[in-house]
Every structure is written in structure tokens, then in C-alpha cells.
């Protein structure tokens, strides 16, 4: 069994844009500069997924609320 404690949205939101982050800042020849750049890119496009998920979900919870 695994005990690892799941990840909150927001906590892999934070993790998959400081990833893209340190991939941008990686020095290398200009095939991995691409190679990285497209790795970022898949980040913070799933990152911007999450996010719009979890500000749905907050939208629904006030919408409850009220």
C-alpha cells in the first residue's frame, strides 16, 4: 500500500509551474533549449488546467453557499 499523502490541486499547480520554471532557466545547446521549452510548455498548460478546475470548483462551492 502507498502512504504517501495526495497532492492538493493547488500544491501540483505550484510544483508543474516551478518545473516549467527551472526548464526555461536551464542552460544547454539549443536542441535541448527546445526539448525543454516543449516540456514547460506541456507544464504549464496542465498547470492552467488544474487551475481552472479548482477555481470552478471554489465558484460552485460560494454558489452553495449562498
Do not use: C, F, W
Not at 22 to 40: F, H, M, Q, R, V
Request: glycine fraction near 2%.
Amino acid at each position: 500500500m502507498n502512504n504517501e499523502q495526495k497532492m492538493t490541486k493547488q500544491q501540483a499547480i505550484d510544483k508543474l509551474r516551478k518545473e516549467a520554471r527551472e526548464l526555461d532557466e536551464k542552460p544547454g545547446s539549443i536542441t535541448e533549449y527546445a526539448s525543454n521549452a516543449y516540456k514547460a510548455k506541456i507544464r504549464r498548460n496542465v498547470a492552467d488546467k488544474l487551475e481552472q478546475e479548482l477555481n470552478n470548483e471554489n465558484s460552485e462551492d460560494n454558489h452553495k453557499k449562498d
